[in-house]
């Protein structure tokens, strides 16, 4: 299945992690396996320390469940609603030591996640991030402190068959390829690439 190809060596973790839809709807995962990729992402870097990044969770079967999943849109209910979590990232805005606005609290929060989703790989459990979902009402499902943003919601569970999705996502059930480096990475200044 694996198709994916680095420019230079890097280990196969980081080179075959990928974010699944598919999660078996008959198999929930345990709490403790969760709680394995949130002390994942706890030992993220972060600026002076910070730690700025907040997870709020639900599990299926639970009224949590049906707040968290009302805020998904429909294509991502598709699929989602096969998973045994969801939940809410946030961070904080501010350092809680001196009340300074962090400039990076969004780039650290993003460090915690990417350790949580390898270890979802390593683990053989399905992490998917999503962007779309209401995030005014994730505000006040979540009851979110103003200092907070509210930065993504992830969908976790057991791997699953991609027949369990919608058939317009089966096709699309498959590892992705990244742009190439001479499109991300630049000696000395910004060059933009013409289309």
Same mark, same amino acid.
């Given at each position: 299945?694996? #198709?994916?190809?680095?420019?230079?060596?890097?280990?196969?973790?980081?080179?075959?992690?990928? %974010?699944?839809?598919?999660? +078996?709807?008959?198999?929930?995962?345990?709490?403790?396996?969760?709680?394995?990729?949130?002390?994942?992402?706890?030992?993220?870097?972060? %600026?002076?320390?910070?730690?700025?990044?907040?997870?709020?969770?639900?599990?299926?079967? #639970?009224?949590?469940?049906?707040?968290? @999943?009302? !805020?998904?849109?429909? @294509?991502?209910?598709?699929?989602?609603?096969? =998973? #045994?979590?969801? @939940? !809410?990232?946030?961070?904080?805005?501010?350092?809680?030591?001196?009340?300074?606005?962090?400039?990076?609290? %969004?780039?650290?929060?993003?460090?915690?996640?990417?350790? !949580?989703?390898?270890?979802?790989?390593?683990?053989?459990?399905?992490?998917?991030?999503?962007?779309?979902?209401?995030?005014?009402? =994730?505000?006040?499902?979540?009851?979110?402190?103003?200092?907070?943003?509210?930065?993504?919601?992830?969908?976790?569970?057991?791997?699953?068959?991609?027949?369990? !999705?919608?058939?317009?996502?089966?096709?699309?059930?498959?590892? +992705?390829?990244?742009?190439?480096?001479?499109?991300?990475?630049? =000696?000395?200044?910004?060059?933009?690439?013409?289309?």
């Amino acid at each position: 299945m694996n #198709t994916r190809k680095a420019t230079f060596p890097i280990n196969d973790m980081i080179l075959n992690r990928w %974010s699944p839809r598919a999660m +078996s709807p008959d198999e929930l995962m345990p709490e403790e396996e969760l709680m394995t990729l949130f002390e994942a992402a706890r030992w993220a870097p972060s %600026s002076y320390n910070g730690q700025p990044w907040r997870f709020i969770y639900a599990q299926r079967g #639970t009224k949590d469940w049906d707040h968290f @999943f009302d !805020l998904l849109v429909p @294509f991502n209910q598709s699929w989602a609603k096969n =998973a #045994t979590y969801l @939940f !809410l990232v946030i961070s904080r805005d501010t350092f809680a030591w001196n009340n300074e606005f962090s400039r990076t609290h %969004s780039f650290d929060t993003g460090a915690a996640c990417e350790n !949580l989703a390898i270890q979802g790989h390593i683990d053989d459990i399905v992490v998917h991030a999503m962007e779309g979902f209401d995030y005014d009402r =994730a505000k006040k499902v979540g009851n979110v402190p103003d200092e907070y943003t509210i930065e993504a919601m992830f969908a976790v569970g057991k791997p699953g068959n991609k027949e369990n !999705l919608p058939e317009e996502l089966q096709e699309r059930e498959t590892l +992705s390829d990244r742009k190439p480096l001479n499109e991300l990475v630049f =000696a000395g200044t910004f060059k933009k690439k013409e289309v």
